[in-house]
């Protein structure tokens, strides 16, 4: 089945022409973060507008990267939720109008689901598995049974783990968004130089919390006495980055073992962390678990990702109502019951 995907959930317009939930063959995205960037974040009302600037032309962009016209699409998904209500909109009813004038069957798709299953686009990974999303706005361990079958083991109770990564970064005077500066500047510092607090590691839960980890620098860098030089910078960088990296590898690791899960998944943006890669790579080889990352392009916002569940829904024929509406709050677990058909 050959899908055209929209994702438009954040500060990214994003359309791919993916075949068969499988194979990509365009993968588009236009980036906001300029936009965004001298704000310190996103800004709501801008991110829609630019959706709105940005969807016609990239998805004649990536009908033509993929070789293919618009008649040969078969079907159509688009990020139902959650996310930026404006920002969800643009996309939900550009999808519904285009399956509507081209009759042809429309699934909308959650976002984390999306982020998720991007890993099958690359490799063969068996169900089930223990998924951790690390994103901006989620910090999530599931366990996945297959696709539309999740069970949430734990979340975080405050900030995302990549919402503190930028909000740290903020702190040290860097742009928006920190996460990637962050990753790049552990590299050249001294993570011994503080230990901050690893929140929740003590509660033989699965949830994660990210504030008072964040405070924990924020009344670090007020101590200081000078400047904040580049190379305090660098340090505090490796140092938070190390306080986070272990509070999401100790839990996962706990969580695959409680499931007896031999398989961990890393989605979302902050799975592009180099130093986060590395830890999980290397604990997962002591434990002798498999561990698997999409490449980073998939691991950030991109419409690829949402084709992997949209194809197993549509081949399944659960169909998204013409009514379809972008929701912002909107559970995992409830997402495949939104559909016209149960499965
Ligand atoms: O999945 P994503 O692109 O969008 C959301 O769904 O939120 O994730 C964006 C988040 C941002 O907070 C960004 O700072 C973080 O992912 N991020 C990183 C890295 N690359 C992106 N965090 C840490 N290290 C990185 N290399
Ligand atoms: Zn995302």
């Known amino acids: 089945m050959l899908l055209l995907t929209i994702e438009s959930s954040c500060d990214e317009t994003a359309v791919a022409v993916v075949r068969d939930g499988r ?27 630019q959706h709105l600037q940005a969807i016609c032309p990239l998805v004649d962009a990536s009908l033509e ?74 910090t999530h361990l599931f366990r996945v049974d297959g696709i539309g079958d999740y069970a949430l083991l734990g979340r975080t109770i405050d900030d995302a783990a990549g919402e503190a990564f930028d909000k740290v970064a903020k702190m040290l005077g860097l742009s928006y968004p920190g996460g990637p500066i962050i990753d790049r500047l552990a590299t050249k510092g001294d993570a011994s130089c503080v230990r901050f607090p690893r929140p929740m590691l003590k509660k033989p839960n699965f949830d994660f919390s990210f504030s ?17 030089t580049e190379q305090r910078v660098a340090d505090i960088s490796a140092a938070f980055q190390e306080a986070a990296i272990d509070v999401l590898l100790q839990k996962t690791m706990r969580a ?35 561990v698997y990352f999409p490449s980073p392009l998939l691991c950030s916002d991109n419409a690829a990702m949402l084709a992997v569940a949209a194809d197993h829904y549509l081949q399944r024929g659960a169909r998204s109502a013409a009514d379809l509406n972008a929701v912002s709050n909107w559970p995992l677990v409830e997402a495949a019951s939104h559909f016209s058909l149960s499965l």
């Open 256 to 290: 695959a073992q409680d499931q007896n899960l031999s398989r961990i998944v890393v989605a979302g943006g902050v799975a592009c962390n180099s130093g986060l890669r590395r830890e999980f790579q290397s604990a997962g080889a002591s434990k002798q678990l498999d």
């Open 212 to 228: 008072g980890m964040k405070t924990s620098v924020l009344t670090y860098i007020e101590s200081l006495s000078g400047e904040l």
């Open 65 to 138: 990267e993929a070789g293919v016209s618009l008649e040969q699409i078969e079907g159509i998904a688009v990020t139902r939720g959650p996310g930026l209500i404006g920002a969800l909109l643009v996309g939900v009813s550009y999808a519904k109008a285009l399956a509507f004038s081209l009759k042809i069957p429309l699934v909308g798709v959650h976002h984390i689901e999306g982020h998720i299953l991007a890993i099958h686009l690359e490799q063969e990974v068996a169900f089930p598995y223990l998924a951790l999303a690390v994103s901006g706005g989620h």
């Open 23 to 49: 194979e990509i063959l365009s993968n588009l995205i236009v980036s906001q973060i300029d936009i965004h960037a001298r704000f310190g974040g996103v800004v709501p009302e801008l991110a829609s507008r």
